[in-house]
RNA sequence: GGCGGCGUACCCAAGUGGCUAAGGGAGAGGUCUGCAAAACCUCGAUUCACCGGUUCAAAUCCGGUCGCCGCCUCCA
């Protein structure tokens, strides 16, 4: 498996540290506010990768932390005129809810920054201990000059930086690069004892230690989105690395962005679509998929056309399935060949190619190619009326693999009622199931006696409404326009 | 100014040295159907922003030009 690593650059074999086994941390969210579409995509993004590895037979420890103190919290609560941590207990559960209806697990580990506190402190005593950090009047500061490797994970060299430092003022620190790793606290504000003081922890430490504590002082993937490779993450790796004298993280992985009229989709452009609104106008398959769909280190154009293109893509797939699903209930026992030489190649190189894709770098949009020419390809098989045992062996296995790929990108795993029922529901479609079936049944009728100016008219009814019929050898099945 | 990325059909998008340039959506024609829908078939980039170069061979490597974007400040 090969992944590109920020570090240098470049895709790279993956070794894990230890045989098997495979330490993950990624930067979660700080919880002041609801998510976005970018956090959805940082999440999917790893949760994928998570999912991945495991297909793949390692033992994956994956952990994703919280952010629960920081200015913006502070402030926030200032807003609302509630406590401090309650603003964080709020986002955190509608963190949990919206990327819960998105099919994102939870992590192995989701540490929170106040829960440590201890470790923090330790590290940044360690650290001036160490000669790398300096105390003013009870902050903590990271002296940058310290360590001369500093800016390799963002390729940036600190004469540039002091050159172009646009960095506000901060008359304590010695340099305007220096970073807080402990901030002391005014009145009011959340804050723990400490060596220095009553404080809070700086921006970047929690990161540190929770992933020490939880992973070790090596370990093999750190993740998020691009927009944290500098500061925090090259924080992060400095001050860890000048804390243990090891090596922090091996691969460095980060997920491109999600734009908007080709601009980046952030809070204070005030551009951006938050998960919920989303989720009320699409199935939370559709917006997984939209986002799978482009390689994760590439941009998305952010759409209502683009969702509604996934859309279309997913109801292909669910189309196909209930046909599978037909065909392996109602075909006759009658063997009959059909050219199933086709079918049975695809069949037989499917799951090496899902992998090839998957191990180039997670490309999940040619992993989900390969998944649409196996659906074409039984299509065809069905559409030249095979039955019999043997043929219907054939489509089972599709259909297993199907599966089975699709669930490692958590896609594809309802069966095409529940995916009609929740189009039912996100397109407000006005009509109960009960109240088609009756339709089409009045429909049928009208069928039996040739009354096809009735049995159109019915049809017309319900397509105004959303409601596409079907109509097989052995009765008209109903489903949810969609794409339009 | 420094660093990095991108530009592939009407739209989205994979492909980074060599088989027919994946896949999805939209469109046109056809098969099937009472009519439809779905599915399938055919058509659709002799071409990968542009210009040069390297090579037997380039969308893919090198140089340049144009356009767009990101990071350098909290940000997924």
């Known amino acids: 498996m090969r992944l590109y690593n920020t570090m240098t650059g470049k895709k790279e074999d993956f070794v894990p540290i230890q045989e098997g086994k495979v330490g993950i941390y990624a930067c979660g969210v700080t919880v002041y506010d609801n998510c976005h579409i970018g956090h959805a995509r940082s999440a999917i993004v790893f949760d994928v990768l998570r999912q991945y590895l495991k297909y793949r037979g390692f033992e994956v420890k994956f952990v994703k932390n919280f952010t629960d103190v920081d200015d913006k919290i502070i402030n926030r609560a200032n807003e609302l005129g509630i406590p401090w941590n309650e603003v964080a207990k709020k986002y955190t559960e509608k963190y949990y809810e919206d990327m819960g209806r998105l099919g994102v697990e939870p992590a192995d580990v989701e540490p929170k920054a106040t829960e440590h506190i201890k470790e923090i402190i330790d ?3 360690g650290l001036i201990e160490k000669g790398y950090a300096y105390e003013v009047d009870g902050n903590v500061y990271f002296e940058v000059s310290k360590f001369p490797e500093y800016g390799k994970l963002s390729k940036r060299d600190t004469k540039d930086m002091q050159a172009g430092a646009r960095v506000e003022i901060d008359e304590r620190k010695r340099n305007p690069l220096d970073f807080a790793l402990w901030k002391a606290s005014k009145p009011g504000e959340p804050s723990w004892e400490s060596p220095w003081g009553p404080g809070r922890p700086g921006w970047h430490i929690e990161c540190s230690a929770m992933s020490m504590k939880h992973l070790g002082e090596t370990f093999d993937i750190h993740g998020g989105g691009a927009d944290l490779i500098f ?3 090259e924080n992060e790796l400095t001050q860890s690395e ?15 962005f999600i734009t908007v009229d080709k601009e980046k989709m952030s809070k204070s452009l005030g551009n951006f679509f938050t998960i919920e609104e989303i989720l009320d106008k699409f199935d939370p398959e559709v917006v997984r998929f939209f986002l799978l769909q482009t390689h994760y280190r590439s941009p998305i154009e952010f759409s209502d056309e683009q ?32 050219g199933s030489e086709a079918l049975e190649e695809m069949l037989s190189s499917f799951r090496t190619k899902f992998k090839e894709a998957m191990d180039d770098d997670l490309n999940t949009a040619l992993a989900i190619g390969h998944i649409f020419e196996l659906i074409r390809e039984v299509n065809r098989f069905l559409d030249r009326r095979p039955s019999g045992q043997k043929a219907k062996t054939l489509v089972e296995e599709t259909k297993n693999l199907l599966k089975e790929t699709g669930s490692v990108l958590r896609l594809f795993g309802r069966t095409p009622e529940q995916w009609y029922r929740s189009l039912m529901k996100v397109k407000n479609i006005g009509l109960t199931e009960e109240e088609i079936l009756a339709l089409i049944n009045e429909r049928q009728e009208a069928r039996k006696q040739k009354d096809w100016a009735k049995a159109d008219s019915i049809r017309e009814e319900l397509d105004k ?6 109509d097989k050898k052995d009765g008209t099945e109903w489903r949810v326009k969609v794409g339009g």
């Open 123 to 125: 590290i940044v005593k």
């Open 231 to 233: 500061p925090h993450h």
């Open 242 to 256: 000048a804390f243990t004298g090891k090596p922090f993280v091996r691969y460095w992985m980060h997920n491109g």
């Open 307 to 338: 969702l509604r293109e996934a859309e279309a893509s997913i109801d292909r797939y669910y189309v196909t399935l209930r046909r599978i699903e037909d065909f392996i209930k109602k075909a006759p026992d009658t063997e009959k060949s059909a």
């Open 465 to 470: 409404k959303g409601i596409i019929l079907e």
